[in-house]
């Protein structure tokens, strides 16, 4: 069975801290790895990986995957309390389907 | 340009009545989706149409039926809901690449 296994649930940090997301994944077809992050209402997009070792980064955010070890990880540094969200992890299994992780909720206290 | 619309935001039903939630997007994409979400469970995909006049089951199909009306709307019927679909139901849509589009949300109360 396709699993998504996002770390940690839940994380509350303050203002100014890094903070970094996993999400592990074991699939039987592996097309790329998609973040999204989910604050009041719909998903949207963050980042799309694809290949091992390549980072993608659009300014405090970052991620990585790693294709050997089956993970990947999502770092924001100098956080903002509008990082406040469910940050979610996404395995594109084949042209249309993808299994979601849980999500991690992140809250940042001022 | 509105990207993906659901309706209703929020609906409340009694145990065995019927609904259908309604998607439509304008970004002229091939695929649709309708997934569920519930605290601890992450997004799980109930259906999902790869074209139109397709469709097919997800993780959780049980309880729902669906209908690609045309290559814009795909709506999710409930026959018979029950307390255990009371969940946050998002559409979305996908083109040629791997990104999901996703729509607001419908929350739904089944009492």
């Known amino acids: 069975e396709d699993k998504v296994v996002q770390s940690p649930l839940s994380l509350v940090v303050h203002e100014g801290d890094t903070v970094t997301l996993n999400c592990s994944y074991e699939?039987?077809?592996?097309?790329?790895l998609l973040w999204y992050k989910q604050e009041k209402k719909a998903p949207t997009f963050l980042f799309m990986l694809?290949?091992?070792?390549i980072e993608k980064k659009s300014g405090r955010l970052s991620s990585i995957l790693d294709k050997k070890e089956l993970f990947s990880i999502l770092n924001i540094t100098a956080t903002q309390t509008g990082d406040s969200a469910i940050y979610l992890c996404?395995?594109?299994?084949?042209?249309?389907?993808?299994?979601f992780g849980a999500g991690t909720r992140l809250t940042v206290k001022p | 340009n509105a990207g993906v619309t659901q309706t209703p935001k929020f609906q409340v039903l009694k145990t065995g009545q019927s609904m259908t939630l309604q998607c439509a997007q304008d970004?002229?994409?091939?695929?649709m989706y309708w997934y569920r979400q519930d605290p601890g469970m992450g997004l799980r995909l109930i259906y999902y149409?790869?074209?139109?006049?397709?469709?097919d089951k997800g993780e959780v199909p049980n309880g729902y039926n669906v209908s690609r009306l045309n290559k814009r709307e795909f709506s999710l019927r409930l026959e018979s809901a029950a307390p255990s679909q009371t969940s946050v139901y998002f559409c979305?849509?996908?083109?040629?690449?791997?990104?999901?589009?996703f729509g607001p949300g419908t929350r739904l109360l089944v009492l």
């Open positions: 979305a849509s996908r083109g040629a690449g791997e990104t999901q589009y």
């Open positions: 699939v039987t077809n592996f097309r790329s």
């Open positions: 694809t290949s091992s070792g």
């Open positions: 996404a395995v594109s299994l084949n042209t249309f389907s993808a299994r």
């Open positions: 970004m002229n994409h091939n695929s």
């Open positions: 149409s790869a074209s139109e006049g397709t469709t």
